[in-house]
């Protein structure tokens, strides 16, 4: 029996680092790799288009900055889409500049719906848009940001995301951990998938989709928990390249109580269930019919890797039962399923902490907060992850419907 535990762990351990260790190799190119510099021929026209509910207190600032970008103004025009909203987002919106579309639709919730209502309407009376840049209401632009996302969209990337940064970082170690781990994804991810020249994964907000694959779509053909990773995940299926650009500089509010943070969460999991039950087939697929490593990058992502270690976890335990109750005939059988269950999650805290405080002091000078707590939070990022495990599982029974997050964090572009 001490032989197959053994050899058991030995295959979970084996096929854990088979499926991740590409992610350690980002990192080493984020580090050390130089970033090719895009320069932009022609200047686009581009529509900004803001899914808002009930977003009367932060959506004018997001405007501002919007109009205080060093772009041509005559060539960005802004659009929010006033969905299902209870309070006067609408004339917020209207009296900052923005055209509103006010959108009331208690059956189809959530923001895919919203932003296909808003495409539609565009595309109906203007075709003068080559492309559009997708924002939430509580995000924060840089100056530079249309500017930097035009140069890598006019190399012919039809799918552009950017650096997603964060308005309130040092709020709690909650809003740390959120920010730490996008501030990860742009840097050791996206940065990294760039310079390989394989596809990237847009996440969540501050992105620019060219129009030709908005009318190829018909809209916004993506409507599950996690619109944007099945988004991310077509794209990939559909052999189009997103395109990543570090230079432009998103500031996004981040979830502090963990209440919201349990629900944003639990509608994560379960959305990036819907995709894998949609989009894994196609993948797979695609990883050998096409010879596409994004796909595999995709299917790593998307994939319930949780499972493994739930089921890893469970076996030692019922080995360790074993030999409790048989203790005088295997008790070298107590020593091994103890340590095969306590070392997994010590190693995968020293993991995460080690990520956290790479991109820590790498980023560095653009974290907004005291050196004393991103210090801490390097600490607490592991933690921050760790509760994406009952999230997970409770995901996986219930029944998630879309919710939106309350913004409260004011500020201006030039407070941040």
């Given at each position: 029996m001490l032989s197959f535990i053994n050899i058991f762990n030995l295959v979970i351990l084996i096929l854990f680092t088979g499926f991740y260790f590409y992610q350690f190799y980002y990192v080493l190119v984020g580090l050390f790799k130089k970033n090719k510099d895009f320069i932009a021929v022609k200047d686009h026209k581009y529509a900004v288009v803001i899914a808002a509910r009930n977003e009367s207190a932060v959506i004018s600032q997001l405007i501002k900055s919007i109009k205080k970008q060093k772009y041509p103004s005559s060539l960005v025009d802004i659009y929010v889409v006033a969905d299902n909203c209870t309070d006067n987002t609408a004339e917020v919106a209207r009296e900052a500049g923005a055209t509103v579309f006010e959108r009331f639709n208690r059956q189809y919730v959530g923001k895919g719906y919203a932003l296909d209502y808003a495409f539609k309407r565009i595309m109906n009376f203007s075709s003068d848009y080559e492309g559009y840049f997708v924002f939430d209401a509580d995000n924060l632009l840089d100056e530079n940001y249309i500017a930097e996302m035009n140069k890598v969209f006019d190399n012919g990337y039809k799918v552009v995301t950017s650096y997603r940064n964060s308005k309130n970082?040092?709020?709690?170690?909650?809003?740390?951990?959120?920010?730490?781990?996008?501030?990860?994804?742009?840097?050791?991810?996206?940065?990294?998938?760039?310079?390989?020249?394989?596809?990237?994964?847009?996440?969540?907000?501050?992105?620019?989709?060219?129009?030709?694959?908005?009318?190829?779509?018909?809209?916004?053909?993506?409507?599950?928990?996690?619109?944007?990773?099945?988004?991310?995940?077509?794209?990939?299926?559909?052999?189009?390249?997103?395109?990543?650009?570090?230079?432009?500089?998103?500031?996004?509010?981040?979830?502090?109580?963990?209440?919201?943070?349990?629900?944003?969460?639990?509608?994560?999991?379960?959305?990036?269930?819907?995709?894998?039950?949609?989009?894994?087939?196609?993948?797979?697929?695609?990883i050998f019919t096409k010879k596409s490593f994004c796909?595999?990058?995709?299917?790593?992502?998307?994939?319930?890797?949780?499972?493994?270690?739930?089921?890893?976890?469970?076996?030692?335990?019922?080995?360790?039962?074993?030999?409790?109750?048989?203790?005088?005939?295997?008790?070298?059988?107590?020593?091994?399923?103890?340590?095969?269950?306590?070392?997994?999650?010590?190693?995968?805290?020293?993991?995460?902490?080690?990520?956290?405080?790479v991109t820590t002091v790498t980023e560095w000078k653009k974290i907004k907060s005291t050196t004393w707590k991103k210090i801490k939070y390097m600490f607490t990022f592991p933690i921050f992850i760790f509760t994406y495990i009952p999230i997970s599982i409770v995901a996986l029974f219930k029944k998630i419907e879309w919710k939106p997050i309350t913004h409260s964090i004011v500020k201006s572009i030039e407070e941040v």
């Open positions: 970082y040092d709020t709690n170690w909650l809003s740390a951990g959120y920010s730490l781990w996008f501030l990860r994804e742009a840097k050791y991810l996206n940065n990294s998938r760039m310079m390989l020249n394989t596809g990237c994964a847009i996440s969540g907000t501050g992105f620019l989709v060219s129009d030709k694959i908005i009318r190829k779509n018909n809209g916004w053909k993506h409507h599950l928990l996690t619109e944007d990773i099945e988004f991310s995940v077509d794209n990939a299926i559909q052999g189009e390249k997103i395109g990543y650009c570090g230079k432009a500089v998103l500031y996004d509010e981040q979830p502090y109580l963990f209440s919201q943070s349990w629900n944003q969460r639990l509608r994560w999991a379960k959305g990036f269930y819907q995709v894998f039950a949609k989009y894994g087939k196609d993948l797979v697929k695609s796909c595999y990058d995709m299917f790593v992502t998307i994939c319930p890797a949780l499972f493994l270690s739930l089921l890893s976890v469970s076996v030692n335990i019922v080995f360790l039962t074993v030999g409790l109750i048989n203790i005088d005939v295997y008790p070298e059988i107590i020593r091994e399923a103890s340590a095969a269950i306590l070392m997994p999650a010590i190693n995968s805290y020293i993991i995460l902490f080690l990520l956290g405080m």
